[in-house]
């Protein structure tokens, strides 16, 4: 037989514990951009910050989406993988899953537009500190919710290791 339900175990585990660390690391990233980046380009003048942006959106790009995806797919993954199985964690990756999916949601809901905005200079620049105020209340919201996907990702790691009663 090609399966056996222990290999099907460590597998669930990796997939969990591998959405745990992305997870973790999505909501640090998404932190550190909110309280280290955002301030220091509230610090730059309209010209400087449009400046740092035009060379540096593409390095966002590359660096969030992955983590963002990769987060989404991996809770969305084990949430499966829990419920086929119908472990007790499962309802908790659902929570991490459904929470990382509203974090790439916000993007198509605010965030494409307002970086597209960024990197076309189309926001004038006596109106760039509301834009960026904006900008990181947005954002501030994606952390709130990125590290609630990832309390639930570790409650439904807690949940899915506790001893079972007979």
Not at 51 to 76: I, K, N, Q, R, T
Not at 85 to 90: G, Q
Not at 121 to 127: K, N, T, W
Request: cysteine-free; glycine content about 8%.
């Amino acid at each position: 037989m090609w399966y056996r339900p222990a290999m099907g175990t460590k597998v669930a585990s990796t997939v969990a514990f591998v959405s745990v660390v992305l997870l973790g690391m999505t909501a640090g990233a998404m932190l550190a951009e909110a309280a280290v980046l955002v301030p220091y380009w509230q610090s730059l003048s309209a010209t400087e910050f449009f400046d740092w942006y035009g060379l540096h959106a593409g390095l966002l790009v590359d660096f969030y989406s992955p983590l963002e995806v990769g987060s989404a797919v991996g809770a969305l993954a084990t949430a499966v993988l829990s419920s086929v199985r119908s472990r007790p964690d499962a309802r908790a990756w659902w929570i991490a899953a459904v929470l990382s999916l509203l974090v790439i949601g916000m993007f198509f809901m605010f965030f494409e537009e307002a970086n597209a905005e960024f990197a076309d200079r189309s926001v004038p620049g006596a109106e760039l500190p509301a834009a960026l105020g904006t900008w990181a209340r947005w954002q501030w919201g994606r952390v709130a919710i990125g590290i609630a996907a990832f309390v639930a990702a570790l409650a439904a790691m807690r949940t899915g290791s506790a001893p079972r009663e007979n």
